[in-house]
């Protein structure tokens, strides 16, 4: 099993940055694809930003392309989600998922069917 625990998340205003971060414990848990995902209320989980393995391939979705960054630390099991030019539409829950690596496009991983293992999440609201 593996075990995730988002933080960073919290109130700013439009144009302003936040950085989330998701704790990762668990067997083998450097062997997963790690995703971002978002929720507002009365809306579908969207995923947001996937990276592989080694931390080399990433993906985005179209709504955050350009203001987001996912990255990994292996060392430390933890992924980050650097969140740039904050919109009042980027108001969500974010979570953090994990799914054992396979073969095929990184961008199917943006589907959280893909995905065994969530967080918690952590709430970010823009104004």
């Known amino acids: 099993h593996v075990q995730l625990v988002e933080s960073g998340g919290g109130s700013v205003q439009a144009g302003g940055s936040l950085r989330l971060s998701c704790a990762t414990s668990?067997?083998?848990?450097?062997?997963?694809?790690i995703g971002w995902f978002r929720q507002a209320p009365g809306k579908e989980r969207e995923g947001i930003a996937v990276i592989s393995v080694n931390g080399k391939t990433t993906c985005y979705a179209d709504s955050i392309k350009g203001r987001f960054i996912i990255s990994r630390d292996n060392a430390k099991n933890t992924v980050h989600l650097q969140m740039n030019s904050l919109r009042p539409e980027d108001t969500a829950m974010y979570y953090c998922?994990?799914?054992?690596?396979?073969?095929?496009?990184?961008?199917?991983?943006?589907?959280?069917?893909?995905?065994?293992?969530w967080g918690q999440g952590t709430q970010v609201t823009v104004s």
């Open positions: 998922a994990a799914a054992r690596a396979a073969f095929g496009d990184l961008s199917s991983y943006l589907d959280r069917t893909r995905y065994n293992y």
């Open positions: 668990g067997h083998n848990v450097n062997q997963n694809y």
